[in-house]
């Protein structure tokens, strides 16, 4: 029983005061029933074990008991919160400050005071309150300051170094005294190191002491404006920068310093993430490109990238510099496949708010790059040709993404050719299903149903066709709606013409929610995806530039490349009502092929408004004799006994003619 193991440790702990040895193998017992047992630990300290150890701490002259009964005492404060309550006193603060004060204390002992001092204030406030009213945080950062010095620095083996075991306790002991909950009194204290910091990070790039260091300067800075610019003002922001540019040299090689270059993102990140402005700084290391090299490695999880990715937004939410350095540097493709290929909604958040910041310098780009990225003293002579190159890099990103549209197009090249061959001997049974099933045009059900079919039929050949058109109909029409199909397209295409792409669409059409690894599923919404990326470079960043030359650009690509294609894509630009002269048609098939085709000539467009406004008035005309319809429809679906069939025959003739002399005939 864990009670009565307890009661009897706690009496040998009071019996065996002449014997050391014991009362440590006792303590080692305590702590390893209590570890991460917080009901062990809270029956120790309602049996009055935890003071009595906290007393046997203060009055030992045995060293080994001591640290054993620090260690004990950390223990059963981290595993019981209660426990944690009761010993968090100035008492306790100030005899752990006089054990680290302490000459004869050895590096052990100091080790083991750092360790409850880490454990009192850890997500504790009144612990935060405590450590820095009794001075023990300036004790803390003495400590940080002059125990690596005096010691022999040797970290080929940090786990057998007390030196460096004690000088890491104490960052970590700092940490917990600025953060969670974040105390900015303890903050601006703890900013007095700063300077020691940055030559430690300036002398040595190892992990054993970029890693300590990063996480004490981030937190440290963390939502405090005050200590952000006093970092900065002393040049840790540019010690930082140097810093990465060393990791990322040895990050090709050794893998261990690609994942310490994320540990200093996240440091740079904190230092400027509410203070853009001191971004600027980076500017002059290329910071942003850096990152962006960083961000292409495929051994990175989510939330490395997610990191890379929000820092390099900081960096370019209100410096030029960095905005310029992110577009010259292939970052604004980088950011649209982000958002076109991944699912992680916080990766697509961060990827957003990179191009956000682009967008707020983009109607001057043009005109100041020349300011931002080079020093240049006879700057008219050069203003055209900074202007000329930064345009011919945008058209160049565009391109790119150009081709990997069309790369998309031929990996499906084969399932639209399959699809094509099941559409063709589709049509043929449709055409014989059609002659045995003729659609009242008096029936307003039927027209609807048929006209629903051709929105179909026009979607599924505009797709043979390798064309983009507009949302088909996910539900039938009710029985007294009208459809008119192409009013409808037209009117969708139309609008997606005129209304420009921005961030919110490009996200929405470009991550499917059902898409799998490889990219093989879901190829509408990934060609739609890519397109809109596509338009969001030309039009969302360059709207100042004249659209005609990238019209004119992108017809003299088509005609330098329909040279080597096949024949279907020369006709993809061209009307289909004007290339079907060897084809057999008639006027069903060719009104569907002119409904599918999105480049008309102004012949065909007139002809096929014309028959639309004759079908609307038919349906017109037959949605006002629904009541006529009804009878009709009775007739063709309801059996009827020979003798009643009789007697109702004249009656529908004396209808049919009475029908027809309003100008219409059955068809």
């Not at 019981?80 to 002992?109: H, M, P, R, W």
């Amino acid at each position: 029983d864990v009670k009565t193991d307890l009661n009897l440790l706690l009496e040998c702990l009071k019996y065996q005061m002449d014997c050391p040895l014991s009362q440590k193998e006792a303590l080692i017992t305590i702590y390893s029933i209590c570890q991460q047992n917080s009901e062990a630990s809270e029956y120790f300290r309602e049996i009055g074990g935890l003071m009595f150890i906290n007393d046997l701490a203060k009055s030992s002259v045995h060293c080994i008991v001591k640290e054993a009964a620090l260690f004990t005492l950390g223990i059963i404060i981290e595993s019981n919160v209660y426990c944690q309550q009761t010993l968090c006193t100035s008492a306790l603060f100030e005899d752990l400050i006089f054990f680290l004060i302490k000459k004869d204390s050895g590096v052990n002992l100091k080790r083991m005071s750092v360790y409850v001092i880490l454990v009192l204030v850890s997500n504790n406030k009144d612990g935060q309150t405590y450590v820095r009213d009794t001075g023990c945080i300036s004790l803390l950062l003495q400590l940080f300051r002059t125990t690596l010095s005096t010691s022999e620095k040797n970290l080929s083996d940090e786990t057998t170094d007390p030196c460096y075991q004690l000088w890491s306790s104490v960052c970590s002991t700092l940490c917990a005294c600025v953060n969670n909950p974040q105390n900015e009194d303890n903050q601006n204290i703890c900013c007095s190191v700063f300077p020691y910091a940055k030559e430690w990070l300036e002398s040595c790039t190892k992990p054993e002491i970029v890693r300590p260091i990063c996480s004490f300067l981030g937190l440290t800075v963390a939502n405090n404006l005050y200590v952000q610019k006093y970092f900065v003002s002393i040049g840790g922001l540019d010690t930082l920068a140097k810093v990465l540019l060393e990791l990322m040299h040895d990050s090709c090689s050794s893998h261990s310093s690609m994942k310490l270059a994320v540990v200093v993102t996240k440091t740079l990140d904190a230092c400027i993430a509410n203070n853009s402005a001191m971004g600027v700084v980076l500017a002059k290391y290329h910071t942003v490109s850096e990152l962006l090299k960083l961000m292409s490695n495929e051994t990175l999880s989510t939330g490395e990238k997610i990191s890379i990715i929000l820092t390099i937004g900081h960096c370019t939410e209100v410096c030029e510099e960095n905005q310029c350095e992110l577009l010259q540097n292939n970052g604004l493709p980088l950011m649209i496949q982000v958002l076109t290929e991944s699912q992680e909604e916080e990766l697509i958040k961060a990827a957003t708010f990179v191009l956000q910041n682009c967008k707020q310098m983009t109607e001057q780009l043009s005109l100041k790059l020349h300011d931002n990225s080079l020093n240049v003293n006879n700057g008219e002579e050069l203003d055209v040709q900074v202007r000329k190159r930064c345009l011919q890099d945008y058209w160049k990103k565009a391109k790119e993404i150009l081709h990997r549209i069309n790369s998309i197009e031929k990996e499906h090249d084969e399932e639209r050719e399959q699809v094509e061959i099941f559409v063709d001997e589709s049509s043929v049974a449709n055409s014989e299903a059609l002659k045995s099933h003729q659609v009242d045009p008096a029936d307003p059900k039927k027209c609807t149903e048929r006209a629903h079919k051709d929105v179909c039929c026009s979607q599924l050949a505009s797709k043979l066709n390798n064309q983009v058109l507009a949302p088909c109909v996910t539900s039938a029409p009710q029985k007294n709606e009208t459809v008119n199909t192409m009013d409808a397209a037209s009117t969708r295409q139309t609008e997606q013409r005129n209304i420009p792409c921005s961030v919110t669409e490009l996200q929405t059409d470009s991550v499917p929610p059902s898409r799998n690894i490889n990219g093989k599923t879901a190829c509408g919404n990934n060609q739609s995806g890519l397109q809109a990326g596509l338009h969001f470079l030309v039009m969302f960043f360059l709207p100042h530039l004249d659209q005609h030359s990238f019209c004119s650009e992108k017809n003299e690509r088509v005609k330098c490349t329909s040279a080597t294609s096949s024949s279907h894509k020369m006709a993809d630009l061209r009307c289909l009502g004007c290339t079907a002269g060897g084809l057999s048609l008639n006027s069903k098939t060719f009104t569907k092929m002119l409904q599918s085709c999105l480049h008309r000539c102004e012949h065909h467009r007139v002809i096929l408004e014309a028959e639309e406004r004759y079908r609307g008035e038919l349906r017109r005309v037959a949605a006002g004799n629904n009541s006529r319809s009804a009878t009709h429809q009775k007739m063709l679906l309801a059996p009827v006994k020979k003798d009643r069939l009789h007697k109702e025959i004249p009656t529908v003739r004396s209808k049919k003619d009475s029908f027809q002399s309003k100008g219409l005939g059955w068809k």
